[in-house]
């Protein structure tokens, strides 16, 4: 393991010659499969730990069967109850057809890669298998768990405040600047290690529409999220942000800005930073905006399985 407090900017990754501009590859070993993970230090969240005064916890993901109908072409999941033909009463249950990032989700560090050089640290499509020794999947991040400092950059209602008409259900994309501002104006510092959530506000749309308009949705998606740039990147990497997460679909503006890049290549695949989606932060965002204290301890639990693409963040923020 490298020294971690004294990686290399963003700017001399952009100037490699040994591995592709603007990567971290390598950085954390040959064979890393946690990227930006490795940022979560035992000191870190022990300190992390500390953030929890009052004891309120938040849920963070939407139920699973939210959105409906599910974005990107995913499917619904069917429940069945099985009832016992004992004498003794009771349940069992089984989900058909669970696409695991159809609600609130991880994206691992196999969801996305280059078309040229791969997923994060150079694995290919033949690396990721579904048996034993498959690279890049969530189970590396579901055993040793996604815990420590949680920030809340609340970028809707810092917009909104400031009378810009932040359209939720737009492609609009959210800037390094505007993430900075919203930060000063909730007294936040983003510092090594922490898990950042950004809010965009598409969550409390999509709750207040109705059916017709959900199903609209389903067919043509448009969000915002955080602008696809290298400046984007830049910002993420030299904060030493370990995961971000955000309430839109697909963390970044959809659909994309081919032209301005995509920030599934810049940092989930070149840095190895997991992304969440559709994660749920209104009641959380609320409580922050009332008490003025946008940290709190953060806790994840993938669901642990063998080269999980994705999987359900079975996140809590804790004050």
Not at 27 to 41: A, M, V
Not at 196 to 217: H, K
Request: glycine share 10%; charged share 25%; aromatic share 8%.
């Amino acid at each position: 393991m490298p020294d971690i407090e004294n990686l290399p900017s963003y700017a001399e990754l952009s100037e490699r010659e040994d591995a592709p501009k603007g990567s971290n590859w390598g950085l954390f070993g040959g064979d890393d499969q946690l990227g930006t993970l490795n940022f979560l230090t035992p000191e870190r969240v022990a300190d992390a730990a500390r953030l929890v005064r009052r004891g309120d916890v938040f849920r963070l993901d939407l139920p699973l069967h939210l959105p409906n109908p599910p974005l990107f072409g995913r499917g619904s999941y069917k429940q069945t109850i099985l009832r016992s033909q004992r004498r003794t009463m009771g349940h069992d249950d089984y989900l058909d057809n669970f696409y695991m990032q159809a609600s609130s989700q991880w994206d691992s560090l196999a969801h996305v890669g280059h078309e040229e050089h791969g997923f994060y640290n150079g694995v290919m499509p033949e690396d990721v298998t579904g048996e034993e020794g498959s690279k890049n999947g969530l189970d590396h991040a579901a055993k040793r768990g996604i815990t420590g400092r949680g920030v809340l950059l609340d970028v809707a209602r810092h917009l909104e405040s400031q009378g810009d008409a932040f359209d939720p259900m737009s492609s609009r994309a959210i800037t390094v600047d505007e993430l900075d501002a919203t930060a000063s104006a909730h007294g936040v510092e983003v510092r090594p290690g922490d898990i950042l959530l950004v809010r965009t506000g598409w969550e409390t749309a999509y709750m207040a529409a109705d059916q017709a308009t959900r199903d609209a949705v389903a067919k043509e998606l448009r969000s915002p999220g955080l602008e696809g740039s290298r400046e984007m990147a830049g910002w993420l990497w030299d904060h030493r942000v370990a995961a971000v997460a955000s309430d839109c679909p697909a963390l970044e503006p959809w659909p994309w800005d081919l032209e301005v890049g995509a920030l599934h290549i810049r940092a989930l695949a070149f840095l190895g930073m997991p992304f969440g989606e559709l994660w749920s932060l209104e009641e959380l965002a609320a409580d922050c905006a009332a008490d003025g204290v946008y940290e709190f301890f953060l806790t994840s639990a993938p669901l642990y399985y063998r080269a999980a693409i994705g999987s359900p963040p079975n996140a809590l923020a804790i004050k």
